[in-house]
Structures are given as structure tokens and as C-alpha cells.
């Protein structure tokens, strides 16, 4: 299985000399298996140079974690997406209000966007995410809801004995007075256990996330503890604070590696790529 990145910058693009080096598009991860199975997780503003980059592909499958601008906004210029035949999947969390389609179509319609789903010439199918254990081409996959406002998933991709767990928005500490808590009652832990590589919302440094709480993203000290807590064996740093430079985000990384993690910590930077 190989991760590649093309977006890691969360809430809002942020391009400029000082978002350089880990990038300024918004959320957008691919996933290949040894089959030849590609999902795109996410499609934030990182998805456009993905697409740019598929060749010959029969299908891709694309999973939103949930419907929030900054994981959506490269939808419409997601190359593939108007390539006549080609079969496209996209999976959304469910909704008790709108389906997938009616949610979608906020974005993908007049006078936010010129073209609308039905005029896209690809074989376009919506999936509501199953809450349990699915499979997609040879990846067994695992979705479960997490705490996030609105509906917000989280997912934990397996290939053989190998799993990888994304969960780009997340605030798990949200109301627990002494975080981490016991592990059935921590948002998100099911998808993490023992996985190989943890992908997580690592938004705000210890001293900014008191005048966010609530707004559904984590303290670098509460993914330390949700990684130690759930016992991966490397935790990405993902979903970027659109106001940290590069210089910041190494501050912040430096500082969580002296807190000597019993796991690899590896910075989320646009373009990096891992086998597994």
C-alpha cells in the first residue's frame, strides 16, 4: 500500500513563500493498493494536481470524511471526473436531513460552481458510507463517526495485516476533563488501534486551542495522547493551520519529538510519500 499526500493544510488554502515546504492546499490523500485499487481521501484543493496524475485507470473511489469547504472545494476540478466512461465513486458520510446527492449539489451547482453532477460525463455513483467494515477492490476498509461538527468520519484502511487510519478532523478531548480517557470512550480509538500510520488533525499548538475549543480540531499534546493511547507505530501530522508557516510547524514538531512519543513522528508535507 502507498500513501501519497497532496494537501495538508486545513480550514483554507494557504499559498505562499511561507507555506512552502508543507504545502498550502487543503486536505486530499491517495491511497494505492498492489492491486491497482486507488482512493483519494478527501477532496480538498490538493485533489486537482492528484488527478493531473492517475494516467490509465479504470476506477477510483474518493471518500469524504465529511462535507465541510475545505475537503470539498477541488471536487470540480478533479480531472478524472470528466473523462467519459470512466467509473467514479464517491462515498460521504450519511445524513438524516439530506442525502449525499442534495448535500453535494450545494457545492456542485450555480452560482457556486458552473457544472453540475448530472452534467459530469463520467460514471458517477454517490455511496453513503457504511458505519462498520466494507470493502473497496482489494483494501478492507472501516468507517466509523468521530467528533467533528456536522457528520464526520474517520477511516481505517487495511491492506493484509497492514492498517492506516485518517482522520484529518478531529477533536477528541472535547469535553473530557483528564484526556486521554478509557479507550471505548475516546472518540476515534477503534480506527486508530495498532495502525501503522495515523493521520490526524494536529491543528492548533498547546497555547492557541483554548479559544478553539469546540470548533472540532486538536491540541498537539491531545494527538500525542491520542496516538499513545490507541499505541500506532507513526503519527502523521496533517490539517495544518492555515496562519502556521513552515518555520511553526517545525517549532511544533521539534517540540513534540522532545516529548520522546513511543512512536515515529513524521510531518504531513505536501508531496511526501510512504510504502507500506
Known amino acids: 500500500m502507498k500513501v501519497t499526500l497532496w494537501g495538508t493544510r486545513g480550514s483554507l488554502a494557504a499559498a505562499g513563500p511561507e507555506t512552502v515546504r508543507y504545502g498550502g492546499n487543503t486536505s486530499c490523500v491517495e491511497v494505492r493498493g498492489d492491486d491497482g485499487t486507488v482512493l483519494v481521501l478527501d477532496a480538498g484543493t490538493g485533489i486537482r494536481r492528484l488527478g ?7 476506477s477510483v473511489d474518493i471518500l469524504l470524511t ?8 477541488g471536487l470540480g476540478f478533479f480531472a478524472p471526473l470528466y473523462q467519459p466512461g470512466l ?7 450519511p445524513s ?18 458552473p457544472v453540475r453532477l448530472r452534467e459530469l460525463p463520467c460514471r458517477l455513483t454517490l455511496h453513503d458510507v457504511p458505519l462498520g467494515r466494507f470493502r473497496i477492490g482489494g483494501l478492507d476498509l472501516e468507517a466509523d463517526l468521530v467528533c467533528h461538527p456536522g457528520p464526520t468520519v474517520g477511516y481505517r484502511i487495511t491492506a493484509g495485516e497492514t492498517p492506516v487510519t485518517y482522520i484529518p478532523d478531529h477533536e477528541p478531548a472535547l469535553g473530557v476533563q483528564h484526556f486521554p480517557s478509557e479507550p471505548a470512550w475516546t472518540s476515534g480509538f477503534a480506527l486508530a488501534r495498532g495502525a501503522a500510520l495515523l493521520i490526524h488533525d494536529a491543528q492548533y499548538a ?7 475549543v469546540g470548533w472540532g480540531h486538536s491540541a498537539i499534546r491531545d ?3 491520542f496516538a499513545r493511547l490507541a499505541g500506532v ?5 496533517f490539517h495544518h493551520n492555515p496562519g502556521y508557516s513552515d518555520d511553526d510547524l517545525d517549532r511544533l514538531l521539534e517540540a513534540a519529538r522532545r516529548t520522546r512519543p513511543p512512536f515515529q513522528i513524521l510531518p ?3 508531496g511526501f510519500t510512504l510504502e507500506l
Open 52 to 58: 493531473g496524475t492517475l494516467g490509465s485507470i479504470a
Open 66 to 73: 465529511h462535507l465541510h469547504m475545505d475537503h470539498l472545494q
Open 87 to 93: 467509473e467514479v465513486h464517491i462515498w460521504g458520510p
Open 96 to 113: 438524516s436531513t439530506l442525502n449525499l446527492q442534495q448535500r453535494l449539489l450545494r457545492y456542485l451547482s450555480p452560482p457556486l460552481f
Open 206 to 212: 498547546d497555547e492557541d486551542y483554548p479559544r478553539f
Open 223 to 225: 494527538v500525542l495522547a
Open 233 to 237: 507505530q507513526r503519527l502523521m501530522t
Open 268 to 270: 504531513g508535507r505536501e
